[in-house]
């Protein structure tokens, strides 16, 4: 059983475009962490979230932490090509430094 | 943030033969781990590398298959040992300083023939 549902698992769009990415859970999560992976290199950290309710904005990417905090979203804002990638949402249980990935959401902005 | 490298980036080993993964940080953390990526999909958590004892292994990887070692607050090592194809995967390792935020390495590349 997948502990974190990403979806979609697949989403290809043009440039220009907006798209939301949701990671779903019935488990509550300390935190919440996104993450973008490129072809050939490690996830990068794009954000942390840890409040229930929570929106942080990183430029034309908002990120929300649900009230219950056992679900969040990825809102990316006027797309570019750049924002291709492989999108992982990874949650935190108290008590426990480990992650519990999502499958991921593979990004494609076409041109 | 943490800057960690690792070293090999991408390897072609022969089946039967093992390979170490080193991983440095460029500062002290309290955690390190050890994950498997295959291609395009998600991060599977092989073992968490502690320092000063022994690592604790995720269900369905064994310390036989997959020795760590973790010396001091800075470095740590994988080993995958006695090759098979399916081993053939991305290996990456993650440092965490800050509770609960990992960084992550760009990962080592192996292809097992």
């Known amino acids: 059983t997948q502990l974190l549902e990403q979806s979609p698992q697949f989403l290809s769009i043009q440039e220009g475009e907006n798209l939301t990415v949701y990671c779903n859970s019935s488990?509550?999560?300390?935190?919440l962490q996104w993450y973008r992976q490129e072809p050939g290199e490690g996830p990068v950290l794009l954000v942390t979230?840890?409040?229930?309710?929570e929106v942080k904005k990183l430029k034309r990417l908002t990120f929300q932490f649900g009230d219950a905090r056992k679900d969040s979203s990825l809102h990316i804002t006027a797309a570019q090509t750049g924002d291709t990638g492989l999108y992982l949402c990874a949650g935190a249980q108290g008590g426990s430094e480990k992650l519990v990935f999502g499958k991921g959401t593979k990004l494609t902005v076409n041109p | 943030s943490a800057v960690i490298s690792q070293k090999p980036s991408r390897d072609i080993c022969q089946r039967g033969t093992s390979l170490t993964i080193q991983c440095q940080v460029d500062s002290q953390v309290t955690m390190m781990f050890w994950y498997r990526q295959q291609p395009g999909q998600s991060l599977t958590l092989i073992a968490t590398a502690n320092q000063g004892s022994e690592a604790t292994y995720e269900s369905g990887f064994v310390i036989d298959k997959f020795p760590i070692s973790r010396p001091n607050l800075t470095f740590s090592t994988l080993t995958v040992s006695n090759m098979s194809p399916e081993d053939s995967s991305i290996y990456l390792c993650s440092a965490d300083r800050q509770g609960e935020t990992q960084y992550f390495g760009p990962g080592t590349r192996l292809l097992v023939l």
């Open positions: 979230v840890v409040t229930g309710g």
């Open positions: 488990s509550v999560f300390s935190s």
